[in-house]
């Protein structure tokens, strides 16, 4: 397509034709709270740019994915992992010309709504929470940050997102049951959510996966040989990489080896996809939603390709005691400090304290300790604890 400005000619690239099944802006159930149209942003791309400008996001960068800095300021964080994937999401959600603008709202707001220190804080705050009736999940959590402490606007709380995203943000790893989460009813728990937060989880796994064996490596906790051998996956690759360039170094076989595996997971992704839903004779949006199942998903092979690398990472990686030591001694300042605060009045800033004249404290107090990074958390446990 030929167009002109100021005098100068450009060819700009036609982009191709979105897929019947993709999600259209202007086929969205809205948001909560109407809002006109923006005059050049469509819906979803206006939501990418609120969960970018929310302070949740920011938080990322110091909230730990798997190391800490520790050995290395080379590591992910919850940020940069939070990148990868939607770097992931965006490619696979084109190739499979699905709304790619979604996809990738959906995976900058994926992890908004972790505690302090990963999965062990999760579990953690969400077996503290459980001994007074409740329970903590980070997508759960993720929905209360945007719909109610992000206070950025004038005529709306929250963020006022989408309703695709907001179903997305719960929905992108799991079913819900109408009768476990009643309060949850309006996200349609009948139906499955569109293939751009189907495609969510995978990527997340694809990301996190490559990741962490990278920067496994650079802790110096990996034994190469022993991926090599545990993983054939990752040892096919890297044998062919080796027999391309032996005199390379070592590290840059490693890192070649290792974009094959994400670059294959990444492949199987988009072409497994398109099989099922070629398979389902879907031809809309709403033909995906009311699958049987969910239609996004690796092939059987690049499955338990994947769940050779999770299998080595918990055996070797996340299990090594250079690992358990920080996390084991961090969860505890979390439970030490989750403790404090409940049992302490006037423990917490004054617009917690003044929440949890109305609401149950252990809420409030979870929530509290949830929206911390984890070194203004060891920062408040040394100024309460002196440790």
Request: charged letters at 30%.
């Amino acid at each position: 397509m030929q167009i002109s400005r100021n005098g100068l000619e450009r060819t700009i690239e036609t982009l191709p034709t979105p897929a019947p099944w993709a999600m259209r802006a202007e086929d969205s159930r809205g948001r909560r709270y109407p809002e006109p149209a923006h005059p050049y942003r469509s819906v979803y791309a206006r939501d990418r740019d609120r969960i970018i400008h929310s302070r949740a996001f920011r938080r990322l960068e110091a909230k730990t994915q798997v190391f800490t800095t520790r050995y290395s300021d080379h590591f992910r964080n919850r940020l940069t992992h939070t990148l990868e994937v939607a770097q992931i999401a965006r490619t696979v959600a084109a190739a499979l010309r699905l709304n790619t603008e979604l996809a990738e709202a959906l995976a900058l707001v994926h992890d908004i709504g972790h505690p302090p220190f990963g999965h062990a804080g999760e579990r953690k705050l969400d077996e503290l929470i459980r001994a007074h009736g409740g329970y903590f999940n980070h997508n759960l959590h993720a929905l209360r940050i945007v719909e109610q402490f992000e206070q950025r606007y004038l005529d709306f709380p929250g963020l006022n997102l989408t309703f695709e995203v907001r179903e997305g943000i719960i929905k992108h790893s799991r079913d819900y049951s109408e009768k476990e989460f009643p309060q949850l009813r309006e996200y349609l728990f009948d139906l499955r959510p569109p293939l751009e937060a189907q495609l969510i989880d995978w990527v997340d796994e694809i990301a996190y996966n490559t990741a962490d064996i990278d920067d496994a490596l650079e802790a110096e906790l990996l034994d190469l040989g022993a991926l090599r051998r545990e993983v054939p996956f990752f040892g096919e690759a890297y044998a062919r990489v080796n027999a391309a360039h032996p005199g390379v170094r070592e590290k840059l076989k490693f890192n070649e080896a290792l974009k094959g595996v994400l670059d294959s997971l990444a492949t199987d992704l988009i072409e497994s996809t398109e099989q099922r839903v070629q398979a389902s004779h879907a031809s809309s949006t709403e033909d995906i939603r009311r699958a049987p199942k969910r239609l996004a998903g690796f092939s059987a092979a690049a499955a338990a390709h994947n769940a050779e690398l999770k299998h080595f990472l918990f055996t070797h990686i996340y299990n090594h005691p250079a690992i358990t030591e920080d996390r084991d001694r961090s969860v505890k300042c979390l439970e030490e400090l989750f403790t404090y605060y409940l049992a302490t009045r006037g423990s917490m800033p004054p617009s917690h304290e003044e929440l949890a004249q109305t609401e149950a404290r252990h809420v409030i107090v979870c929530d509290y300790i949830a929206g911390m990074t984890d070194q203004f958390l060891l920062r408040q446990h040394h100024e309460h604890f002196g440790q």
